[in-house]
C-alpha cells in the first residue's frame, strides 16, 4: 500500500508560484496514476491534473498553461508547478494515486483514486 505525502503549499501574492511535490513511500510508483485535486470548504473535490503511469498528462481547463503536473519515478514524487496564481486557487492542494496497468489511460475522477495524501494548504493573496 502507498501512502502519500504532499508538501509545497504556503502563502503566496497573486502572479506568484509554488511547486507542491507529492512523494509516495513504498509500492511501485511507476506503476500508478497520479492525480491533483483541491477543495475549498463547503465545495467538492475538484479536478486540478493528472499524470498516467506512461507520463501523459491532462490539466483542467482552469488551470491549463498556467499549471504543470511532472513525476520523477526515480524520486518516487509528482510535482505540480504552479504559476501566475490567482485569488481563486486558494484551495487545500491533494494529490492521489491509483495504481494501473494501463500507461496512457487519463483518471478524472475523485472516486478512481484509491491512495490519497493529507493535503496541502494554498493561500493565494490579492
Known amino acids: 500500500q502507498v501512502q502519500l505525502v504532499e508538501s509545497g503549499g504556503g502563502l503566496v501574492q497573486a502572479g506568484g508560484s509554488l511547486r507542491l511535490s507529492c512523494e509516495a513511500s513504498r509500492g511501485t510508483f511507476s506503476s500508478y496514476a497520479v492525480g491533483w485535486f483541491r477543495q475549498v470548504p463547503g465545495k467538492e473535490r475538484e479536478f486540478v491534473a493528472t499524470?498516467?503511469?506512461?507520463?501523459?498528462?491532462s490539466h483542467a481547463d482552469s488551470v491549463k498553461g498556467r499549471f504543470t503536473i511532472s513525476r520523477d519515478n526515480a524520486k518516487n514524487t509528482v510535482y505540480l508547478q504552479m504559476s501566475s496564481l490567482k485569488p481563486e486557487d486558494t484551495a487545500v492542494y491533494y494529490c492521489?494515486?491509483?495504481?494501473?496497468?494501463?500507461?496512457?489511460?487519463?483518471?478524472?475522477?475523485?472516486?478512481?483514486?484509491?491512495?490519497w495524501g493529507q493535503g496541502t494548504q494554498v493561500t493565494v493573496s490579492s
Open positions: 499524470i498516467t503511469s506512461g507520463g501523459y498528462t
Open positions: 492521489a494515486a491509483k495504481i494501473t496497468s494501463h500507461s496512457g489511460l487519463y483518471y478524472y475522477r475523485a472516486q478512481e483514486y484509491e491512495y
